[in-house]
């Protein structure tokens, strides 16, 4: 499946500045530090339902990413319509609940989304006190769509560490049924409105002016099923996503610099990849 490149162009300085805040953890190492490593998987059948590259932030239980019948957040109608992690980025910043966050890139192709059986990782250092950085929550664009995603509803569902600081890591599976619709723009899947078919430009469709619901699947003989013909997650038992969370070991040298010098790279492939 072809992703339209004009589609994205607004969203790789997000993407870098959203990847350039983990640097800053990382470089840190202290004996009360807690190392971890997040990993995503795209566990969806071959041309069927992917997704942008994943959000993920790690705070104190008051960080909500949306509500259930309720208006989308402006970071959030970011997110769904054009993978643009930007706005979470800086709300999480300006919330207090925690400091450590940042974008997993997938490995598929300049865009970096992930695809059946694309997998990625990333490792995070939560210094200091864990009291912030107790809970744990995810957002990515549902591709193709008009404005689907995933993310968690509840912000204390994902709980990392226990009231003792004793490490209690996660594993599961983002399903079918929770993929969500944020109400911001018209399920039309019009080739020019949807994101990895032919849209051009960033927030093109057909405004909604909705309130998040439980996303009630692709047209039927629609234009996302006939690009991604193994994209209903409506289907049952449809699986998405993996994530998992574990705790790594603390490194005996400082790798900030090595993954600080990884991040000007990648920064210098994304300059190149759109040129």
């Known amino acids: ?12 300085g997000a993407i870098a ?3 350039a805040v983990t640097s800053t953890f990382a470089m ?5 530090a807690a190392r971890l490593k997040v990993t995503v998987e795209n566990v969806a059948p071959t041309n069927g339902f992917f997704f942008s590259p994943l959000w993920v932030g790690f705070h104190d239980g008051n960080f909500d990413i949306f509500d259930l019948n309720q208006p989308a957040p402006a970071y959030l109608e970011a997110l769904a319509e054009d993978a643009n992690t930007g706005p979470i980025t800086t709300a999480f910043a300006n919330s207090g ?6 974008t997993i890139l997938g490995p598929t192709g300049p865009f970096q989304v992930l695809t059946a059986g694309d997998r990625a990782s990333m ?8 009291a912030s950085s107790r809970y744990f929550s995810y957002g990515a664009m ?25 490490f209690l890591g996660a594993d599961f599976i983002v399903t079918g049924d929770r993929v969500w619709d944020a109400g911001t723009e018209v399920n039309d899947e019009i080739p020019g409105n949807t994101a990895a078919l032919a849209q051009a430009t960033p927030n093109t469709g057909v405004d909604e002016n909705g309130v998040v619901t439980f996303h009630p699947g692709f ?5 996302i099923l006939a690009a991604a013909p193994n994209g209903d997650f409506t289907a049952p038992d449809y699986q998405i996503a993996r994530i998992t969370i574990e705790s790594v070991p603390e490194p005996t040298t400082t790798l900030g610099l090595f993954a600080f010098g ?6 210098n492939l994304f300059h190149k990849s759109f040129k």
């Open 1 to 12: 499946m072809n992703i339209n490149s004009k589609t994205w162009l607004n969203i790789r």
């Open 17 to 19: 500045a959203a990847i």
């Open 28 to 32: 840190t190492s202290t004996a009360t």
């Open 97 to 102: 609940a925690g400091e450590t966050q940042a």
């Open 123 to 130: 490792t995070f250092t939560l210094d200091g006190s864990l």
């Open 142 to 166: 549902g591709l193709p769509s008009n404005d689907a995603f995933i993310a968690n509803e509840n912000p204390l569902g994902i709980r990392i560490f226990d009231e003792d600081g004793k």
């Open 219 to 223: 047209l039927e003989g629609g234009n």
């Open 262 to 267: 990884g991040f000007l790279l990648l920064g």
